[in-house]
């Protein structure tokens, strides 16, 4: 079992930046992939970007690549998403996921096996 919790969401301006932070407890966290999906209002769940369990790959939703990074320390048992030039349309409730399958995997929500509760970005035009 994990647990996982999202930090860092607020209100920003376009252009601007956020820092999202996903603490994980339980077992053992180097054994997880790891992602970030969003939901907008009245939209449906979607991939952002997720990292392999060492860190070593990491995948990216074509409109947040170049402006998005995801990274994770596993001493810290935590994930990041550093995104910058945020959009308007970035706005949503940003949720960590870690997956026990191989990291290409883990674009995919329903190979998730684990979520946190969400934290809001809200980007003003």
């Known amino acids: 079992q994990v647990q996982l919790v999202e930090s860092g969401g607020g209100l920003v301006q376009a252009g601007g930046s956020l820092r999202l932070s996903c603490a994980a407890s339980?077992?053992?966290?180097?054994?997880?992939?790891m992602a970030w999906f969003r939901q907008a209002p009245g939209k449906e769940r979607e991939f952002v970007a997720a990292?392999?369990?060492?860190?070593?790959?990491?995948y990216y939703e074509d409109s947040v690549k170049g402006r998005f990074t995801i990274s994770r320390d596993n001493a810290k048992n935590t994930v990041y998403l550093q995104m910058n030039m945020l959009k308007p349309e970035d706005t949503g409730v940003y949720y960590c996921?870690?997956?026990?399958?191989?990291?290409?995997?883990?674009?995919?929500?329903?190979?998730?096996?684990?979520w946190g509760k969400g934290t809001l970005v809200t980007v003003s035009s």
């Open positions: 996921a870690a997956s026990e399958r191989r990291g290409a995997l883990a674009r995919d929500d329903s190979n998730m096996d684990y």
């Open positions: 339980g077992r053992t966290f180097s054994s997880y992939a």
């Open positions: 990292i392999t369990r060492n860190g070593g790959i990491t």
